[in-house]
């Protein structure tokens, strides 16, 4: 009997990370593949994650209300279940079902260790370092499979030109990724930098999802959109979820604290680290309570991009990056070996697969 699997996508923005993986799967056939998001998040995250797996072929799994979604996932029995995160990993596995956790993101929260479930058979990592520290934490589960949302930059062509086009930039102008988090944000600070740096090259904002969707962070999309309407500033819309293309068209990446810090030396291109985040009161009164969330060891590996310590010199940095993009090449790459396990093959979702195939195999014995 064909093997049924879920893949369980708590926000929509987790979507590029699963993506590979269902291509894989369907590549190799003998698989019977659904996805749900839950009813929670808001209506125009759901239809563009409707849009999108229907558009793989998918079967897509939706119902009213929340526990009806969860009673239906639960009542299906899912042969392999993998998630972003753990959600409601309980309400929606089976006894039998193999649980897989592809972690949505590998920035400098303190998260990524602590959103972990004792259900989880197998935990992709996507580097050896990482695979080290989790055993040190006790969890056996992971399996080396390097980091799947970057596969189709190895496997499929390259979209520059596309992109630049869609997004109406000059293709003859340097172009430059602002991608920052959601909080801590550089956000705030950044833009009159962002604005002055438009001058000279193009430049591409791509935010958060929860800048877009999320109230207490709306005012940094309408920030950001005031910026949209000068040359040479682009703003990715929200349900333009995949940021592969952004990256693919960047020569640079501005960011923060965000996942697209280590992402994007998969690319080997210049990175700044912007280092003036905009903090609540309380964790200005607190700082304590911010550091408690980031990883602080992660943190000071960090050698790798440009750090930006005050607003007024993110432009004149950026263009010095531009002019000079070998200036940290070497540690760079160094830190693509380190964060990113086989960093360019496109066959993290390929060695994901043969572990769940192994696992099934060993159970069925």
Known sequence: MMPTVLFECHHLYYLPQLRPIMAELQRRGGYHLAASIPRTVNADEQASFREAILALGIELIAADTEDDRLAQLSGRAFDVV?????????RIVAPHSLAVMVYHGIGLKSSYYRDMSPRIDLLAVESEARLDTWR??????GVLTGMTKLDPLATEPDRKAGTLATLDLDPQRPTVLYAPTFYPSSLPAALPGIA????????IIKLHHFSWHQKRYLRQSVAAAELSGLDGVALVPAEKFDILPY????????????????????????????????????????????RRRMDLQRAAQVDFARRVSHPGEL???????????????????AAAELHLYRVGDGQASARLVDAIDAALESRSR
């Open 82 to 90: 993998i998630v972003g995160n753990v959600g409601r990993l309980d």
């Open 136 to 141: 040190r934490k006790g969890i056996s589960s």
């Open 196 to 203: 002055e740096l438009s001058m000279q090259v193009n430049v």
């Open 247 to 290: 990256y693919q068209a960047a020569d640079a990446l501005i960011s923060d604290i965000s996942s697209t810090l280590f992402e994007f030396l998969a690319l080997g291109r210049p990175i700044l680290q912007t280092d003036f985040a905009s903090l609540r009161w309380r964790h200005r009164l607190f700082p304590w309570r911010v």
């Open 315 to 333: 432009a004149a940095m950026t263009l010095a990056e531009l002019e000079h993009p070998a200036a940290l090449k070497k540690q760079r790459k």
